[in-house]
């Protein structure tokens, strides 16, 4: 460790094992799921992984987290469905997918050649839809994990009602905790009041980790044609402009439950990564930052590799949770 830090307080314990990459340890266990270093892909940034093996080095994500999976294809949104904002970007795509039962035949086999962790994530209109789904990927060797989405913003029915609702969300967290051995993530919304309430009521129910942020509520219009950029009129931002509310948001988390937690929103450099890292995050799933370079990924890998041993770590584990919080004034307490 490090002189300058305190040991990790919150979120995941790390291996002794080395990933091969050198004396540093880059890989970080969340519980039962264990990662050869803490970057994955965010859902539906990088499609179902295999499709972007020819533009980077798939092997070097520690996971790779699918577009949001139904039990059926669905053709999503109409166009124009995605914009670009000031430090960011709306999307509106409406969880187009081929399905859980392409993907399973056609995707999952591919991706058994590389090391990196595949999580699926699964979407549903119904409690029914997610459990059923968890009991698909129940027996597949090749699935890490689940990652549930209960905050997409862009769909009129469907999962953001469960991230909404405390009461709803354990239910719906503890029937796919009966459907499934998998470790269960729970991807929370950032369009509530509390996303610390709702990651407490996901973790009572069985969560065994809590992701967060999805993307947050906006809109674009164009001047000229007084039109709406996006045909759903309103989409979800993602992309540098949300992450100082990821930080906000994962650091409340990360405060409100006594699981791992992983970070997700506006991950663009190794600045970004550590200081999710720092403030509780087990791991960190890069977006946005794929759309521009599909290597960002592996580079920010080899960046943060470099950095920790600079600063002179031995462990990735280290720097988790090591925030160094302002010391209470004695004003402050009269
Ligand atoms: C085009 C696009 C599609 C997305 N599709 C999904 C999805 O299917 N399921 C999901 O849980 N999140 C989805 N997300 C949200 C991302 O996984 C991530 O939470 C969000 O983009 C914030 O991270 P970023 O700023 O690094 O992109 C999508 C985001 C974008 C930009």
């Not at 002794?16 to 050198?22: I, L, Y």
């Not at 499934?180 to 729970?186: A, D, G, R």
């Not at 950032?190 to 009572?204: C, G, H, I, M, Q």
């Not at 906006?218 to 709406?228: A, E, K, Q």
């Amino acid at each position: 460790m490090s002189p300058n830090t305190q040991p990790g307080s919150t979120g995941g314990e790390v291996s002794s094992a080395t990933d091969g990459r050198g004396a540093l340890d880059l890989s970080v266990r969340l519980g039962d799921l264990e990662l050869q270093n803490p970057i994955l892909t965010a859902s539906g940034t990088f499609g179902y992984g295999l499709e972007f093996a020819p533009l980077t080095t798939l092997e070097q994500f520690g996971g790779l987290v699918t577009k949001g999976l139904s039990l059926a294809p669905r053709p999503g949104n109409p166009p124009p469905r995605i914009c670009e904002t000031r430090g960011g970007m709306l999307n509106s795509i409406g969880l187009q997918n081929i399905g859980i039962h392409a993907f399973l035949d056609d995707v999952l086999p591919g991706l058994a050649d590389y090391p990196s962790q595949v999580i699926v994530n699964l979407f549903g209109t119904a409690q029914a839809d997610y459990v059923a789904l968890a009991e698909l990927v129940d027996a597949q060797a090749g699935i890490a994990a689940v990652e549930l989405n209960v905050s997409c913003p862009n769909v009129k029915k469907g999962g953001i009602e469960f991230g909404h609702d405390p009461k709803m969300l354990s239910g719906l967290v503890s029937a796919v905790r009966s459907a499934t051995s998998k470790p269960v993530i729970v991807k929370l919304s950032p369009n509530v009041t509390s996303p610390a309430e709702l990651a407490k009521s996901a973790r009572d129910a069985g969560a065994d980790m809590i992701s967060a942020i999805n993307t947050i509520i906006g809109m674009s219009i164009d001047t000229w044609s007084r039109r709406p950029r996006l045909h759903t009129v309103r989409g979800g931002l993602s992309g540098p402009a949300i992450k100082p509310i990821a930080l906000r948001i994962v650091y409340d988390v990360v405060n409100a439950v006594d699981c791992p937690v992983i970070a997700i929103g506006g991950v663009e450099d190794v600045d970004d990564v550590l200081e999710f890292l720092i403030a509780g995050a087990s791991a960190v799933q890069v977006g946005t930052a794929l759309f521009r370079d599909p290597q960002r990924g592996p580079s920010l890998v080899d960046e943060l590799e470099s950095r920790l041993a600079e600063q002179g770590y031995s462990s990735v584990s280290d720097i988790i949770g090591s925030i160094v919080l302002p010391t209470p004034r004695d004003e402050e307490h009269p």
